[in-house]
C-alpha cells in the first residue's frame, strides 16, 4: 500500500495535515477543489431480531465549504413510528461546526449543537415548544454519534483508520483509540474505544464476504461493524449489537 491509500480517502474529512502530499496534487485540479464531492450514500437496513423495523437514508460530501453528513431514517416496528433527520456539518480536522437533529413522527422536536467559543452547547426545543440550552465541558473535536444515524459510525471509522492505522504488507495495522462522544438525541456524553480485530468472514444477506471486522465498545455496549477494503472506499457493509439482537447492514 502506498502511503497515501488511507490518506485518499479521508484527505478532506480529518487528516488534511497527515496529506499534503495528496493535496499538492489537488492544486493542479482546480476544478475539482470548487465543487463538493460524494463521498459516500446509500442506505443501511435496520434489524432487530431477523425482522427488518426501518431504514437509514444518508449522503455523506466532501469539499472546500466543509464536510456534510445528512441523514433520515424511518422505523416502523408494527407497534410504533418514528421519522427523524440529522445533518452534520464538520471541518477538515473533525471539528464539529454544527449539528441539527429533527423529528417529525411521533414528536416534532428539533436539537442543534455548535460551537459555543472553544466548547460545545446544544439548543433543544421540544414538542411543547419550551427551549433549553444545554452547555458541555466538551472540545469542538468531540464525535457525535446520535441515536439511530448508523453512518455516524461510519464516518467514526473513517476517523479511526486515517489516524490510528499504518499500512504493513497490504494490510491495516491499527492500534485501538479512545473517542470522546456526544449523544445529542439523549444529551448525554462518553467514550467509545475503537479497535480493528482483523480479518474476519461474515455473512452479508446470505452471502459469505471477508471483511475488516472493528469493535467500538461505547460505555458498555459493545458493537462489531465489517469494513470494505480499500478499492470499496472502506465502506461499511454491516454492524451488529449482539446484546440486542440488532443488525445493520447496506443494502
Known amino acids: 500500500m502506498k502511503t ?3 490518506g485518499k480517502v479521508f484527505l478532506v474529512f480529518f487528516v488534511a495535515a497527515l ?3 495528496a493535496s499538492s496534487d489537488q492544486k493542479n485540479k482546480p476544478d475539482a477543489s470548487k465543487t463538493q464531492q460524494t463521498v459516500d450514500s446509500g442506505s443501511f437496513g435496520i434489524f432487530v431480531n431477523g425482522k427488518r423495523i426501518g431504514t437509514e437514508t444518508f449522503h455523506i460530501e466532501s469539499g472546500p465549504a466543509g464536510n456534510v453528513a445528512s441523514s433520515q431514517i424511518k422505523v416502523d416496528d408494527g407497534a410504533s413510528k418514528a421519522e427523524q433527520n440529522s445533518e452534520m456539518r464538520f471541518g477538515s480536522d473533525g471539528s464539529l461546526r454544527q449539528y441539527a437533529w429533527h423529528s417529525t413522527v411521533p414528536l416534532k422536536e428539533e436539537s442543534i449543537v455548535e460551537p459555543n467559543e472553544e466548547l460545545l452547547v446544544e439548543h433543544i426545543t421540544f414538542a411543547d415548544q419550551k427551549k433549553q440550552t444545554v452547555p458541555y465541558i466538551l472540545p469542538l473535536s468531540t464525535v457525535i454519534l446520535d441515536d439511530n444515524f448508523f453512518s455516524h459510525r461510519e464516518i467514526l471509522v473513517w476517523r479511526y483508520l486515517a489516524t490510528g492505522c ?3 504488507t497490504g494490510r ?3 492500534s485501538p483509540i479512545q473517542f470522546g462522544t456526544l449523544v ?3 444529551h448525554l456524553s462518553g467514550n467509545v474505544t475503537v ?3 482483523g480479518r474476519d468472514k461474515t455473512l452479508v ?3 459469505e464476504r471477508e471483511l475488516n471486522k472493528v469493535q467500538m465498545n461505547a460505555d458498555g455496549v459493545q458493537w462489531l461493524l465489517w469494513v470494505a477494503d480499500e478499492g470499496d472506499h472502506y465502506k461499511v457493509i454491516k454492524m451488529t449489537v449482539a446484546a440486542n439482537n440488532v443488525e445493520i447492514v447496506r443494502d
Request: charged fraction near 10%; charge should be neutral; include cysteine.
Open 205 to 207: 444477506r446470505g452471502v
Open 184 to 186: 445529542p438525541h439523549q
Open 195 to 197: 479497535e480493528l480485530m
Open 4 to 6: 497515501s491509500t488511507v
Open 19 to 21: 496529506c499534503l502530499g
Open 172 to 174: 491495516l495495522h491499527c
Open 166 to 168: 499504518v499500512p504493513q
